[in-house]
């Protein structure tokens, strides 16, 4: 079985996304409220993912084959990480 993040690990996994080159804060130093807006655009995809993800059978197969309620299908993994 193959482990998958669960809703509450995405923003981690984020979050090291975003120390990946490129979000260097030495290059590129956000504001506060650049980052808050940012946050929120994340929290709003990562929910809107999950809705969608509950009308997928894709999703709702892995749900069953891994007795998670949070578990999401390869596709909609990939959306809700931002990729
Ligand atoms: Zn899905």
């Given at each position: 079985?193959?482990?998958?993040?669960?809703?509450?690990s995405?923003s981690k996994?984020?979050?090291?996304?975003?120390?990946?080159p490129?979000?260097?804060?030495?290059?590129r130093?956000?504001t506060?409220?650049?980052?808050?807006?940012?946050q929120?655009?994340e929290?709003?995809?990562v929910a809107?993912?999950f809705?969608?993800a509950?009308q997928?059978?894709?999703?709702?197969?892995?749900?069953?084959?891994?007795?998670?309620l949070?578990a999401?299908c390869?596709?909609?993994?990939?959306?809700?990480?931002?990729?």
């Amino acid at each position: 079985m193959t482990q998958r993040p669960s809703k509450r690990s995405l923003s981690k996994e984020a979050q090291k996304l975003r120390l990946r080159p490129g979000w260097n804060p030495h290059e590129r130093l956000p504001t506060v409220r650049e980052d808050q807006l940012r946050q929120s655009i994340e929290d709003q995809r990562v929910a809107a993912t999950f809705d969608d993800a509950d009308q997928c059978e894709a999703c709702a197969k892995a749900r069953e084959e891994q007795d998670d309620l949070e578990a999401l299908c390869s596709e909609h993994l990939r959306k809700a990480m931002g990729l």
